[in-house]
């Protein structure tokens, strides 16, 4: 067992009691175990406290929300009550400046309507060619493991392959593939920095912490990059080279917006789109390869619906004749959401499940627990892609499955993101075979996104 409850709640509680706690250790809370056993401390964290606790995790005090309705209340009836507060945000800020995923109020919204219209179906079939592209380039790298037979590892390549279609698609075919990988090699720093930054923020920035430095020149080299990106893209406004997502910031306009983006909201903008797009797709990818070995009738099956187109390269309209390739990247994505938390400061007091909630209480609706929870799936812990048929899903939770965050703030990118994942995995399907590597232990670790800590490794046999 890995913790028991101090004060277990009396069998009728009144209104007014305070969730449940769980036990960790003194000074780390429950940071261990969530540390040595994500996953099924999480399960058995909601087992045994219920859908609503409270945990302490490092500095941090969360009340764990482990329902859809809790998703539902936080993030969208109550969105307006709940801001983004809490170590996750302060921790993303140096970084992520007052771009669309930090930013709140009128500010938010008047660059959420700038930026929407960037994100339609008419804009994603533009950018289906500039993705392809560099899934075709990117995929090149994997054909020298595969005919050596080397054990590949999936999560690295998925890193890097999602970052150079994220710096494609953002910068436009005028960046170099030179220049996309070293402003990745920084990015990748800073973000694996996250974490290690929010548990030690309370210790003043004078303090010469281990990685501290490197962090801080990462990150500056981050800012330089972008900033030279701007400028170049801004210069040559309207050249063929020049169209990607950001010479379409450099042009959008609203009629609330008449003046153009200045270069600080210009680089807060391309670096959240590069944030929050290449790590998080990475993951779906990996996570979908991962279940694919385990399952190889449902590895089968995909791949027939992906030989039926002949072997072309796919366009955009060609991913409706590939509903179950779709219906494996969502059931991968309920059993590991990339994204598996989402946590927001009460700025009032309010109520949840009848318990008081003080102003300032951190909630963190738990994707991975919400996407699990026994009351809403069956056989939560089985991979079945087919739950997600028109007819299997038609009943469920609006909140059941929420990935990408759900009200007001839900992910702009979820469409782009759906249709990298499937153009991406279509590809790989076309030139490769994989299977498992027998051995290899897959650990899932918690950071900022559900990943892997040593990888997951395939071998890849190439098609021809
Ligand atoms: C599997 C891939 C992805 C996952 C799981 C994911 C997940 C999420 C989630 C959960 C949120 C809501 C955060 C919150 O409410 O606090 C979000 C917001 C956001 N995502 Fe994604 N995302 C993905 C891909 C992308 C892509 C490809 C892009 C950009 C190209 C992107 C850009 C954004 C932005 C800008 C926001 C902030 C939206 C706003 O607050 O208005 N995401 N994402």
Known sequence: MFDRMTDPPPA??????????????????????????PLAYLHQARERHGDLFYAKVGPMQLLVANHPRHAEHVLSRRNTVYAKGGPLWEVLRPYLGNGLL??????????????????????????SDLMLEAIDAGLEHWR????????????????????MISARVIFGRGMSAQEAQVLGSHVTHVIDSMVGNMLTKSIPSWVPLPGRRRYQQALKDVDEGLLRLIQRSGASDE????????????????????????????RDETMTLFLGGHQTTAYALTWSIYFLTLYPQVEQRMRAEVEALGGRRPTFSDLAALPYMR?????????????????????EDDEIDGHHIPAGTVVAPIMFTIHHHP???????????????????????????????SGPRKCIGEHFSMMESQLAL??????FRFKGVPGRQVTPTLLTTLGTKDGVFVQLIPNE
């Not at 994505?333 to 938390?341: E, G, L, Q, Y």
């Open 426 to 431: 279509a590809r790989i399907v076309q030139k």
């Open 102 to 127: 930090m930013s709140e109020g009128d500010y938010w919204l008047r660059q959420r309507r700038l930026m929407q219209p960037l994100f339609t179906q008419q804009r994603l079939v533009a950018l």
């Open 327 to 347: 219906m494996v990247i969502q059931e991968s994505m309920r059993a590991r959401p990339p994204v598996w938390w989402i946590p927001r400061k009460a700025l």
């Open 375 to 405: 009351e809403i799936w069956e056989s939560p812990m089985e991979f079945d892609p087919e739950r997600f048929t028109p007819e299997r899903s038609a009943n469920r939770h609006r909140f059941a499955w929420v990935p990408f965050g």
């Open 12 to 37: 009728s509680p009144p209104m007014s009691a305070s969730p449940p706690k769980a036990n960790g250790v003194p000074l780390l809370g429950v940071l261990p175990y969530l540390a040595s056993q």
């Open 239 to 266: 050249t063929a080279d020049n169209d990607g997502l950001l010479a379409s910031f450099i042009r959008a306009r609203t009629s609330q917006v008449a003046e153009p983006l200045t270069a600080k909201e210009l």
């Open 144 to 163: 020298e493991p595969a005919e050596r037979a080397l054990p590949f590892d999936v999560d690295r390549a998925f890193s890097k392959l999602t970052m």
